[in-house]
């Protein structure tokens, strides 16, 4: 590995880690903001699905038009950057003035981060190890966010804000220096081309963008509608949130070393054991940790399928956890238990044993 490579193999980890950062601080701000200024009003449970529309549905268009930009300037990292910059801003600004305003913040930081992270990952040639680092912070940020709101310190919270735009700046600025170190070593460009597992053909089928959808709804609906007697007060809720977190973390690391199909069937199978068992806490923290490794997984087959649409990729994802939140929050469907979660587990392991490669003998797992 010569000096280039390693400086440019930096460069995309403290641009990860930027991200990811950021993306714990802009679900806090979300979070306190719902709980701690919008939801205990009397519109609260409309601010609700204006939010989570806002937040996860227009994360799909959004990600059309950042491609579409990306492709037409041609270059993909600053467009992505200037996204999620939009989105911090957006963000706290939404938090005073709208739930609306607050949800198109997230949506932009999320597509703008998200593709940025896709950029590094694609580049630096890590398998989707990236994503996964980069999606796991938001669940440990919704839930800090969720508990300072709830607390009904949100004056006091708003602090939380000030941090997240001084981290923005210093950020922004640690960006701008990343940016001119590689023009001038010469580093990789704006392409997402050097994708690993990318499909060869170039060719869109849809069945398997319909099946991670189907997937990715179904874990939003368990996400919500399945509980655990053990997971109440804060420690139990900060072990579990912990244990989500890290499964998403992880599964990006186990597929990237053993493949999309083995790593999906065989944390989806365990997870559907633990379900079973649903009043044991460290079988539910294992159901957990194993059921969402399967997130960043479903992200990364699915920009290797559409490898010059990332945005529309994370966007089309995220448009499937919104459509999961509706049952719940119309109470067209009860909440339950170990059963269903067992069952959901099954049902995703099926589907995504289906559509996801196997593993070549080098060790990387290939695009059909």
Known sequence: MDGNELTMRKEGVGMTVFYSILHFFVDGVCALAMFGRFLPGEKGRFYILIYNFCAFALQMPMGVLLDAWSERCGRRRE???????A???CTLAGAVLHPAVLGIGNALFHVG???GTIHEDGCRMWRGRGLGVFVAP???GLYFGTLAGKSGVWRSGLGIAGVCMALFGAGAAYCAYLQRRMVRSGGAGNGLE???DSDPT???RLWPVTVCLAVVILRSYMGMAVDFSWKSGVPAGALAVLALAAGKTAGG???ARYGLRRSAVISLGAAAVCYLFPASMPLGLGALFLFNMTMPMTLYFLVCHMSHMPGFAFG???FGLFLGFLPSYFGLLPGSGGLAGCGGSLVSLILLAWIFPGKKKDGASIGR
């Open 138 to 140: 938001g669940a440990l």
């Open 316 to 318: 089309i994802l995220t």
């Open 253 to 255: 690391f186990a597929a």
């Open 79 to 85: 467009c992505a950057f200037l996204t999620a910059a």
């Open 113 to 115: 981060g998200g593709v």
């Open 194 to 196: 050097s994708l690993p």
């Open 202 to 204: 170039g060719t869109f």
């Open 87 to 89: 989105g911090v801003l």
